[in-house]
């Protein structure tokens, strides 16, 4: 499956990159462009899924030290901001069997496969989403659809500087997790874009594979 890589820059605010992803999911819709790939990286941002339980974020979000925004995403909070790669793959399920969990695994692997690239062995744990190195968790995923088009996607933490805004949450709602970063793993510097088209080569490869599977 060929996604169209789109580079939206650094400090982007995060209700500005929310209206370009649903700008692009209509725009699949009515059938005017096809499956992408938006890569950025955010102004510091909390951010969780609509749900009651918002315990991941301490008991008194007017403390955090950045903005929090409600998504329509599953999930707990987290955070987002520079030195993090968030990745919004806009993808026409329709072809891929309508199959949310197999969509969610797909970005796990296209993210381990390019953590590859760079001499670090990413892998699963059980009974949790995202990309992990060891128990630590390098990546989370988070995935909203509208008829069968998905936005959202992933944020994998590449720098050391990406770590910082997690110290005031618990990421995902997942008590006593390490938060990693690439630059971490790997002991050398990662260059954000570059990682991002690495990773959307890696995530249309995935897709492909899905699309003959149900084929």
């Known amino acids: 499956m060929h996604l169209q890589f789109e580079w939206l820059g650094q400090d982007v605010d995060y209700q500005h990159g929310l209206e370009i992803q649903q700008q692009r999911v209509q725009k699949i819709l009515d059938g005017s462009r096809g499956n992408q790939m938006l890569a950025l990286e955010h102004q510091p941002v909390y951010t969780i899924g609509r749900t009651r339980d918002q315990t991941s974020l301490g008991n008194n979000t007017a403390l955090l030290p950045h903005p929090l925004v409600e998504i329509n995403r599953g999930g707990q909070g ?11 793959p ?4 329709h ?10 695994r797909a970005l796990e692997e296209a993210l381990i496969l390019t953590c590859a690239e760079y001499g670090v062995t990413a892998g699963r744990q059980d009974g949790l989403t995202g990309v992990w190195v060891e128990n630590r968790k390098l990546a989370s995923i988070g995935v909203g659809v509208r008829k069968w088009v998905a936005m959202h996607g992933f944020a994998i933490n ?10 005031s949450i618990t990421p995902c709602g997942i008590d006593g997790v390490t938060m990693t970063s690439l630059e971490s793993e790997c002991g050398s510097d990662v260059d954000v874009k570059e990682f991002a088209k690495r990773s959307s080569v890696h995530l249309g490869t995935v897709l492909s594979g899905m699309q003959k599977a149900e084929g």
């Open 95 to 104: 072809p891929l069997g309508k199959d949310l969990h197999a969509y969610i």
């Open 158 to 167: 590449l720098t050391k500087e990406s770590l910082n805004g997690f110290l």
């Open 90 to 93: 806009i993808v026409d399920l």
């Open 78 to 88: 987290t955070y987002h901001g520079p030195g993090q790669l968030t990745g919004y």
